[in-house]
């Protein structure tokens, strides 16, 4: 045989397309040519390649050698091709004899020494051999990552021989199919409890309603009142992320410069980007497409801590995937496309001093540095959010006074998982998805709801998004309390919860 195909995978976003690694040797000058859109490091395999081969004791062929990495339109990054090549190479040099080869897919870089080496990607491109049906060889060290793929064959191997021994049928690789990974169980410990959380009723409340229905939320009060102690306990009343949630989510830490660690699965994601983050830091980007921080909280949670001071520019970009749960970022040679259905929690003061209203302390903030500096987050901004409470300072006595034993997050998170069943029952999704039809047919108010909302529309000049969001919350404040339909009580609250409408 001079010519033997080869499978692996090359990803795009979070979509691993089929490469096919086809090895050719012919006569002439002794010479490895690598073929098919292929980058730098891809090229550098050949060297690689060459010295694992013979460090392993087998012969690199002195044949004019040309690999193709098909489709020849498909650009093809990092260093996790070298194994295919290697064996595309072994296989049409008959220094291995394998039948069934186009049964698998392989995925590793190969060290001088023919030691394997793990990479980033390894998730997706599992996802999509299950989905091929076939069996996939990955670096031990990958292994791990691969087993949370339910159906899926996967092999773990230290280097080229034990997968040369494994394909000739001499030393098989230990069989480790996904479907008897043990799935560890969700750890509340990793999650800060709300109990911690002195006073604040009300602002518990507003977080308890957010996690039901996947409401966004901001936070406005002086500084030291608890937003950001609030906002990193969202995520611990979550309900808990089902399978399907945690491979995405896992899929998309898979393939960023952060990588994904076991220790993080099934637990939601909770990022706080920094306020000098850029638009493209917060959305992805590069020349390699790679995901932001709004892809890196899908399923999870996304703070922006004193949402003031990021620039307008960054928060602008914001509105799309709010809406969508989606990114798409467009290159010249090569489109990508993220998931982004995450949780948008904010924190600002209200003022730039950050104490108007406060009781305790005056604000030296006049009406236009007030307006200025609250005009630094947009409208249609602040539209897509559907809650904004007030975080006032504890008084003294809540302080101060004798301790009072508060809800933890075990208890609020049961009822939330009650209301978000209820929810999924209804319509399979959370309440802050529903469309406008759904809005319809799911928010009906009586007439004494419908005469209040009016009024508040009026009194606020609410917008139709602003609208829609009222009954959305309203709904959830419903599913909370158990109650088929929306009352005049709980309209009022969600009324509530639209604090930066009242100017």
């Not at 990955?138 to 949370?148: F, I, K, M």
């Not at 969508?324 to 003022?351: D, E, K, Y």
Request: with cysteine.
């Amino acid at each position: 045989m001079t010519l033997a195909t080869v499978y692996t995978r090359s990803y795009q976003g979070i979509d691993a397309q089929e490469v096919q690694v086809e090895a050719h040797l012919a006569n002439g000058l002794p010479a490895c040519n690598i073929v098919g859109l292929a980058e730098a490091a891809v090229k550098e395999s050949r060297d690689r390649v060459r010295a694992a081969l013979l460090n392993c004791q087998f012969e690199f062929p002195a044949k004019r050698i040309t690999v193709n990495l098909a489709p020849a339109d498909l650009p093809k990054i990092g260093g996790y091709y070298d194994l295919s090549i290697a064996i595309g190479i072994l296989a049409a040099s008959l220094q291995i004899h394998t039948p069934d080869i186009d049964q698998y897919e392989f995925v590793g870089e190969l060290a001088l020494s023919g030691e394997l080496r793990g990479g980033k990607g390894v998730l997706p491109i599992a996802l999509a051999c299950q989905q091929a049906g076939r069996t996939l060889i990955v670096p031990q060290e990958a292994l791990t990552e691969a087993q949370l793929v339910s159906g899926l064959t996967v092999y773990g191997a230290k280097n080229l021989l034990e997968v040369c021994a494994h394909l000739s049928g001499q030393t098989r690789l230990e069989d480790s199919n996904a479907d008897t990974l043990k799935t560890p169980a969700t750890n509340m410990s990793a999650y800060a409890d709300l109990s911690d959380i002195k006073g604040q009723q009300h602002a518990k409340r507003a977080l308890e309603i957010a996690a039901a229905g996947s409401h966004n939320l901001i936070f406005l009060g002086p500084p030291g009142t608890g937003k950001t102690m609030l906002a990193s306990r969202l995520a611990g009343i979550c309900p808990a992320m089902t399978e399907q949630e945690a491979i995405e989510s896992a899929s998309i830490q898979s393939i960023s410069n952060h990588g994904f660690k076991l220790s993080q699965w099934l637990q939601r994601p909770y990022r706080q980007p920094h306020h000098t983050a850029s638009g493209i830091a917060l959305i992805g980007g590069g020349s390699i497409p790679m995901p932001g921080e709004v892809s890196l909280a899908h399923n999870g949670v996304l703070f922006l801590d004193e949402l003031t001071e990021f620039s307008r520019q960054s928060l602008e970009v914001l509105r799309e995937p709010l809406e969508t749960g989606c990114v798409t970022i467009s290159r010249a040679a090569r489109q990508a496309h993220f998931p982004a259905r995450f949780q948008l929690v904010a924190a600002m003061n209200p003022c730039p001093c950050g104490y108007q209203g406060d009781p305790q302390r005056s604000c030296g903030c006049n009406i236009d540095q007030i307006q200025r500096y609250r005009s630094k987050i947009s409208g249609p901004l602040l539209d897509r959010i559907d809650m904004h409470v007030v975080v006032p300072r504890l008084a003294e006595h809540e302080l101060l006074g004798k301790p009072v034993i508060a809800e933890s997050s075990q208890q609020v998170q049961g009822r939330v998982v009650l209301a978000r069943d209820r929810q999924l029952q209804r319509c399979h999704i959370a309440n802050a998805q529903l469309t406008s039809k759904e809005i319809e047919q799911y928010c009906n108010l009586c007439v004494q709801g419908q005469a209040l909302i009016k009024q508040a529309m009026h009194k606020l000049s609410l917008s139709v998004r602003a609208y829609h969001r009222i009954l959305k919350v309203a709904r959830t404040i419903a599913d909370l309390a158990g109650e088929e339909g929306i009352s005049l009580a709980h309209l009022s609250e969600a009324i509530g919860y639209r604090q930066l409408d009242k100017g």
